[in-house]
């Protein structure tokens, strides 16, 4: 993603660690709920695309979760690149392929890369704009492999609303610093990935009110 200035503090926390790594409070409270999810919906087996990777704690436990896909980290920051290659090194796990640059709001990189059967993405979408968000779905939905599944996890608008006093406040914190980012409508997701031609298949409530918003492309 392009990078973004002046976020408030709570918008992408990371800790410096040994070694390269990276530690985000954030991740490791989430990262279970969100590895149970992953392997409720993802194939048993092929490749998987992580969009935005982070420090690289998610990857580590998605990979573990699903044990029979080859997993792609991704993630525009060589800083957090590194974290993710260290976390999966000391992981020893081996359906982990190396990080590398992908910034998924730009147009066209759907192109550029082999279809994949899972497209997951974490606590992005309100950190961009709603143009680089709308460009991030159709290139994602653009990537699956025929039924291939994309999920979308993080905070959103219920049908355009803000429904707890945390998400109005990290919402107003967020367009605060930049007036054109903040936190997305639910349904304008969906009708993004839905027009980008696959099948909405699920809206999962998740804890902290995030929802995870998931799609099917279609077989051929």
Not at 94 to 109: E, K, M, Q, S, V
Not at 141 to 151: F, S
Request: aromatic share 4%.
């Amino acid at each position: 993603m392009p990078r973004r200035l002046n976020l408030p503090d709570n918008a992408s926390v990371a800790e410096p660690g040994e070694g390269g790594k990276l530690f985000a409070p954030s991740a490791a409270r989430n990262v279970g709920p969100i590895a149970d999810l992953v392997a409720r919906f993802a194939p048993d087996g092929g490749q998987a695309l992580e969009i935005a990777s982070g420090t690289g704690q998610h990857v580590v436990e998605l990979a573990r979760a699903c044990p029979g896909l080859t997993w792609h980290p991704t993630e525009i920051d060589p800083a957090r690149r590194q974290s993710v290659d260290a976390h999966v090194s000391e992981s020893g796990l081996h359906n982990i392929r190396p990080a590398t640059a992908l910034d998924a709001t730009a147009p066209g990189w759907s192109g550029t890369r082999d279809a994949c059967d899972l497209i997951f993405l974490s606590n992005l979408l309100q950190l961009v704009s709603m143009d680089e968000a709308r460009t991030l779905v159709v290139e994602a939905i653009g990537t699956l492999a025929p039924t291939g599944t994309l999920i979308i996890y993080g905070p959103f608008r219920r049908d355009g609303a803000l429904t707890s006093d945390g998400d109005h406040r990290f919402d107003a914190s967020l367009r605060a610093q930049d007036p054109e980012i903040g936190y997305k409508s639910d349904s304008d997701v969906i009708k993004w990935g839905t027009t980008a031609g696959a099948d909405h298949i699920a809206a999962v409530e998740m804890p902290a009110n995030n929802l995870a918003l998931i799609w099917k492309r279609p077989a051929l």
